[in-house]
């Protein structure tokens, strides 16, 4: 198990680094970054090969290897065992609202999808080219791991915590979180380019990324062990009712709807009316939720439209959601199956709650758009 004070004290940066070796004049490729950010080796002819000599990518690596393995062991692994056991064969999108750069846990969920479609108020940022780079790794790479102390450790990113750490330095943004997730994850990244929605909710490419659009992002795809290429959107749009009916975005998700939902640690923001489109969207659209508390009230889950299977413990919201609290959510949970992982807020494994709900034979996927209406608490 990684000791939890070694590695946010070389999180900080309180080690020192050798120089940088020199760079090499042509661009790495997104692959090749991705590994290199997550700890992996690149390519024997990649021009960041130089770079793993730098002892403060050796300490990267160490520090990764540990904290990737442990997440492996405490949590990703069993959530994989979890999946393949209970979330039936559905569809090949993925809807995870509310994740910012959380690859990690929609493929550890959804291992098998073909799309998966992230969304967050951050920034994915544009990646430099590492090899081009002046100076030492050791402050950019400290930096990153930084920001994945808490989604490492607990399962979640802290949004405030999440939007200092990724505008800072020269790796910002989530795309470099993203590259992490998906190298640590086994996949190879074949094709990157940033995107925007038009007005129609159509993916166009961000020609001009200083213009102030709504829904903007990154699209990459990849492959897997089987080769087979997946595609990975990331938009930072607003998902409050406001923003999405100006951004476009559920209009650009129903192309690929239906689909599978997650939705972990997301504050409640599904509980109030400002955030009714998204959750009437994932109803409308979704074969399948996984979701913690935090994620669609039980009150709106029709019980002839689906079936309910609690798996876990609730013990309520953190102090700081108490008013969150929900009765029929704890009389569901007394009969629930047990998990051996903890997840979400209440990250410890006797406290954490998942509700997989599965719509039931004959209930049409595309009834309506947006229309599923609450049932009475």
Same mark, same amino acid.
């Given at each position: 198990?990684?000791d939890?004070?070694? !590695?946010?004290?070389? $999180?900080?940066?309180?080690? +020192?680094?050798?120089?940088?070796?020199?760079?090499?004049?042509?661009?790495?490729?997104?692959?090749?970054?991705?590994?290199?950010?997550?700890? *992996?080796?690149?390519s024997?002819?990649s021009? *960041?090969?130089?770079?793993?000599k730098?002892?403060?990518?050796?300490?990267?690596?160490?520090l990764?290897d540990?904290?990737?393995?442990?997440?492996?062991?405490?949590?990703?692994?069993?959530?994989?065992a979890?999946?393949?056991?209970?979330?039936?064969?559905?569809?090949?999108?993925?809807?995870y609202?509310?994740?910012?750069?959380? !690859?990690?846990?929609?493929?550890?969920?959804?291992?098998?999808?073909?799309?998966? #479609?992230? &969304?967050? *108020?951050?920034?994915?940022?544009?990646?430099?080219?590492?090899?081009?780079?002046?100076?030492?790794?050791?402050?950019?790479? &400290?930096?990153?791991?930084?920001?994945?102390?808490?989604?490492?450790?607990y399962?979640? !990113?802290?949004?405030?915590?999440?939007?200092?750490?990724?505008?800072?330095?020269?790796?910002?943004g989530?795309?470099p979180?993203?590259?992490? !997730?998906? $190298?640590?994850?086994?996949?190879? #990244?074949?094709?990157? $380019?940033?995107?925007?929605?038009?007005?129609?909710?159509? #993916?166009e490419p961000? +020609?001009?990324?200083?213009?102030?659009?709504?829904?903007?992002?990154?699209?990459i795809?990849? $492959?897997g062990?089987?080769?087979?290429?997946?595609t990975?959107?990331?938009?930072?749009t607003?998902?409050?009712?406001?923003?999405?009916?100006?951004?476009?975005?559920?209009?650009?998700?129903?192309? *690929?709807?239906?689909?599978?939902?997650?939705?972990?640690?997301?504050?409640?923001?599904?509980?109030?009316?400002g955030?009714?489109? #998204?959750r009437?969207?994932?109803?409308?659209? &979704?074969?399948?939720?996984?979701?913690?508390?935090?994620?669609?009230?039980?009150?709106h889950?029709?019980?002839?439209?689906?079936?309910?299977?609690?798996?876990?413990?609730?013990?309520g919201?953190?102090?700081?959601?108490?008013?969150?609290?929900?009765?029929?959510?704890a009389?569901?949970?007394?009969s629930?199956?047990?998990?051996?992982?903890g997840?979400?807020?209440?990250?410890r494994?006797?406290?954490?709650?998942?509700?997989?709900?599965?719509?039931?034979?004959?209930?049409?996927?595309?009834?309506s &758009?947006?229309?599923?209406a609450?049932v009475?608490?």
């Open positions: 198990m990684l939890r004070r070694t !590695f946010i004290a070389a $999180a900080t940066g309180l080690f +020192v680094a050798a120089a940088a070796p020199a760079r090499a004049a042509e661009t790495a490729s997104a692959d090749d970054t991705a590994r290199f950010l997550a700890g *992996l080796p690149p024997d002819e021009p *960041l090969a130089p770079l793993t730098d002892p403060a990518w050796q300490e990267h690596v160490r990764f540990a904290a990737f393995e442990e997440a492996e062991h405490s949590q990703l692994a069993h959530i994989r979890w999946s393949g056991s209970n979330i039936p064969p559905s569809r090949p999108t993925v809807f609202m509310f994740s910012g750069p959380d !690859f990690l846990y929609a493929n550890a969920f959804y291992p098998n999808a073909k799309t998966y #479609v992230l &969304s967050g *108020l951050e920034s994915a940022g544009a990646m430099r080219d590492l090899a081009t780079l002046r100076g030492s790794l050791a402050p950019d790479l &400290s930096r990153l791991r930084t920001s994945l102390r808490w989604i490492l450790h399962s979640y !990113f802290i949004t405030s915590q999440m939007g200092s750490d990724l505008h800072r330095g020269r790796l910002n989530t795309l979180i993203l590259y992490v !997730f998906l $190298a640590r994850s086994g996949k190879t #990244v074949r094709e990157v $380019a940033p995107v925007r929605l038009d007005d129609q909710g159509a #993916v961000d +020609v001009d990324g200083a213009r102030r659009v709504p829904a903007r992002g990154v699209k795809v990849f $492959a062990s089987d080769g087979e290429p997946r990975l959107y990331y938009f930072s607003n998902l409050a009712n406001g923003g999405v009916a100006n951004s476009k975005f559920l209009t650009f998700c129903e192309t *690929l709807a239906p689909g599978e939902g997650l939705v972990k640690s997301a504050s409640y923001l599904l509980h109030s009316g955030f009714s489109k #998204v009437e969207f994932l109803l409308a659209n &979704s074969a399948v939720m996984v979701q913690d508390d935090t994620g669609i009230p039980l009150a889950y029709d019980p002839q439209r689906w079936d309910l299977q609690p798996f876990g413990h609730y013990v919201p953190i102090a700081v959601f108490r008013g969150r609290y929900q009765a029929k959510y009389a569901l949970f007394k629930s199956q047990p998990i051996d992982f997840i979400g807020y209440r990250w494994p006797n406290q954490s709650n998942l509700l997989l709900a599965i719509k039931k034979p004959g209930i049409s996927l595309s009834e &758009s947006y229309g599923v609450a009475t608490p």
